[in-house]
């Protein structure tokens, strides 16, 4: 409780009440340094944006890596109201997540929460939890949402989506966001120092960096691009400050 927690920042960032006072002086310092709040809403708007698509595009099943504490929008909800029947295993190691996001095995036997680091990738691939619900001879939708900004270059997180991509079958979808400081260099690097205090680091990459995440994949349109222009709902998203701070796309197995 006395260390800030990069999910419990991010609640805070988004108007949650899942946050404790080093979480919130943590968070108020990045926030002071940009419209942290707008850029997190983006990011989470896009999620909606992407998980809609995969789903209208037929996708049955989602797998939530590093899911982060449960907020609106959740990935179950979005699938589902396109597909009622859709299946999502959300993954996190955090005890702090998990303690919260396990109200949702409540739902129905359709959604499930296990607890496992997507740092290693094969434990997750291997888990009864996933195997129950996830398909990987099918299509499935991977979702890598602010998770790989927290993995160090020594953790390869490169490596880490090329062990899920393995797996997926034909017709899957990559959904990856990840921060740059891209516009803002001096701006980043005094919000890594905020986050060096912090259970998880954030690492800043550039476009070429993140792009690489969608090697083997058909990049949809419009490809790797700032939050605010993949493919809007409305001028809220195309207009939401902050949206350089976010590089996303969504990528189809061939």
């Known amino acids: 409780m006395d260390t800030p927690n990069a999910a419990r920042m991010y609640d805070y960032y988004l108007g949650g009440k899942d946050n404790y006072p080093a979480d919130r002086e943590a968070a108020r310092k990045i926030m002071a340094l940009g419209p942290s709040r707008d850029i997190c809403i983006a990011n989470r708007r896009f999620l909606g944006r992407a998980v809609r698509l995969a789903a ?5 099943q989602f797998l ?6 449960p907020t609106q929008e959740n990935v179950h909800e979005v699938a ?11 993954v996190d190691y955090d005890p702090v997540v998990l303690a919260h996001a396990r109200a949702l095995r409540a739902i129905d036997d359709t959604t499930n929460v296990v607890q496992r680091d997507v740092r290693r990738p094969r434990e997750i691939l ?15 939708a991977v ?28 017709g899957s979808h990559l959904i990856v966001t990840h921060l740059t400081d891209d516009a803002h260099p ?32 058909e990049l949809l349109d419009p490809g790797v691009t700032v939050v605010n222009e993949w493919r809007p709902d409305d001028d809220e998203d195309r ?3 902050g949206g350089e701070w976010f590089y996303v796309g969504v990528g189809r197995k061939p």
């Open 56 to 60: 209208q595009n037929g996708i049955t």
């Open 64 to 69: 939530d890596l590093g899911t982060g504490l």
């Open 80 to 90: 589902k109201r396109v597909l009622p029947t859709a299946r999502v295993v959300y």
């Open 126 to 140: 291997e888990d009864p939890g996933v195997l129950r619900l996830i398909d990987f001879s099918e299509p499935v």
């Open 143 to 170: 979702l890598f949402v602010a998770i790989l900004h927290c993995l160090t270059a020594e953790e390869d997180p490169w490596g880490v989506v090329r062990t899920f991509a393995e797996r997926m079958a034909p």
């Open 186 to 217: 001096e701006v980043g690097a005094a919000a890594r120092e905020v986050y060096d205090e912090a259970n998880a680091p954030l690492i800043h990459r550039d476009h070429a960096a993140i792009s690489r995440f969608f090697e083997g994949f």
């Open 239 to 241: 207009e939401r400050p």
